[in-house]
């Protein structure tokens, strides 16, 4: 009867974060703050030094969680990231996440050492745990926003590519800490063992996971989306299993996947973006559970903590962009907002567990400065990235999601499915009636979408540019159709 009482406790409480989780989604932004801090809240609201729902004290589920939700977050991220938006920044982004995280790593180091008064080692493993941007962050906080494309996918790349330079810094420096007579070469060696295999493993596992997901017909299409997760999941445990990045390689494969020609395409971002949702609620909640707000609302934390923090984002972080972006074709207004933008969320947080976990002398010091520089930079930073990037005349076209949406009925079975695609000028259709278009074998239009009204199709309608078809093809003419579409 206890152990049921338990259940029914854990199963109510959970819902009941899963609800506020959602409605903090909502409401973030009309405060004006990301939603991570308030999940954050959250948790910090039901632990132990809050209303006491929830006595959590475990670094160790705390960095499992955080890893498995990293993830999850980063192979949504990674699907939606368009290969022909970012191959033009790939240079910087990858110049940010390994040179500018050692620079911010360095910088961030000497405060250290003077200000929380540690080891010059203790100092640089602080630096690695604060050294990256965060992908959970930046991904929440540009979702929506009509920043210029080529600064949103630098950022997004960024803080893709950058998780890996910081877990293996963070790792090497508490093996220098505790190892007595450490190996330097065999952790320069590591360092490209990690960078070179996460990415080949992750180019391999993105097509096979491509190749089977179009190859494999399944009964329902609602195991699709699942079946690409399954494949996250075993890139990232195949790659950490021979000591490489894992964490790079999800994000290599979510690429490929997701700019690759894809059965239920939508279907398989739609579930991954709901999924990476509830990732993060879990995650910061979760970090915000086992920080413990007597310990970090003390006048030590707080100053040590801000000092950081200033050091961070006003001088770290923006030498280490003016510098690792020298002669990439970016402006100072673009540099400033691309320092300004280099949000910390729960990576440093995540990583901030593994001195914990390591026994290490000031790991508890070391989690709560971090914990209350993260806070700072989501609370400060994140809350003014829009504003910020629109007074220095950095944004695009206004973003507009489409109103119209089609629900598609589970058609496995029947070997086909639906597409979507939008008439351009080129397109060799435009202007024609149906009945005077040569479509394939197995082709019926079942809807077309002009100026936000759905349009019945007729063999006398005439496709006009701007038009949404919903085409219904079977899967042996889908690439006879794609390819008939694309004839200019």
Do not use: C
Request: aromatic share 10%; proline share 3%; hydrophobic share 55%.
């Amino acid at each position: 009867m206890i152990d049921q009482s338990y259940n029914d406790y854990f199963i109510l409480l959970s819902a009941l974060l899963l609800i506020i989780g959602v409605l903090t989604t909502k409401f973030s932004s009309r405060l004006g703050v990301p939603a991570l801090i308030l999940f954050i809240l959250v948790g910090m609201l039901t632990g132990s030094d809050g209303l006491g729902f929830i006595h959590f004290d475990n670094p160790q589920m705390a960095q499992l969680i955080g890893i498995f939700a990293l993830i999850i977050i980063l192979f949504e991220g990674g699907l939606q990231t368009k290969w022909s938006t970012v191959k033009s920044v790939t240079k910087p982004a990858l110049s940010l996440a390994t040179l500018g995280v050692i620079l911010t790593t360095v910088i961030v180091a000497l405060a250290a050492k003077l200000i929380l008064g540690v080891s010059w080692l203790e100092g640089f493993l602080f630096g690695a745990i604060v050294g990256s941007t965060d992908a959970a962050a930046v991904f929440a906080v540009l979702k929506g926003q009509n920043i210029r494309a080529r600064l949103g996918a630098t950022l997004e790349a960024e803080s893709g590519s950058n998780d890996p330079m910081a877990m293996f810094l963070t790792i090497s420096f508490i093996q220098l800490i505790l190892i007595d007579n450490p190996s330097y070469l065999l952790l320069v060696g590591s360092f490209f063992w990690q960078m070179g295999i996460g990415l080949v493993i992750g180019l391999l596992l993105g097509r096979l996971a491509t190749f089977a997901i179009n190859q494999i017909n399944l009964d329902s299409s609602g195991l699709y989306p699942v079946f690409a997760l399954a494949f996250a999941l075993l890139t990232y445990s195949l790659t950490d299993i021979v000591q490489a990045s894992g964490l790079l390689a999800v994000y290599v494969a979510a690429l490929v996947i997701g700019n690759s020609d894809l059965t239920y395409r939508q279907s398989i971002f739609r579930f991954n973006e709901g999924f990476a949702w509830i990732a993060q609620i879990l995650m910061f909640t979760i970090l915000g559970l086992l920080v413990f707000p007597s310990q970090l609302i003390t006048f030590d934390v707080i100053v040590k903590g801000l000092l950081l923090s200033v050091i961070l984002v006003l001088v770290a972080r923006p030498i280490a962009v003016f510098l690792s972006t020298i002669k990439m074709g970016y402006d100072l207004k673009e540099r400033v907002f691309l320092s300004w933008a280099g949000l910390r969320g729960a990576v440093p947080i995540v990583l901030a567990t593994f001195p914990m976990l390591a026994g290490l002398e000031n790991s508890q010091l070391f989690f709560n400065v971090v914990f209350f520089v993260v806070l700072i930079s989501a609370l400060v930073q994140g809350s003014t990235i829009a504003t910020f990037a629109e007074k220095l005349g950095l944004v695009g076209p206004k973003k507009i999601e489409p109103p119209h949406s089609l629900e598609l009925v589970s058609i496995g079975k029947a070997n086909a499915e639906i597409l979507e695609f939008e008439v351009s000028e080129e397109t060799n259709i435009t202007n024609k009636p149906l009945a005077a278009i040569d479509f394939p074998n197995d082709v019926l239009i079942n809807a077309i979408i002009r100026s936000n009204e759905l349009i019945t199709p007729y063999g006398e309608t005439e496709i006009k540019v701007g038009d949404i078809l919903y085409i219904l093809v079977s899967r042996e003419s889908k690439e006879e159709l794609k390819k008939m579409l694309k004839q200019n």
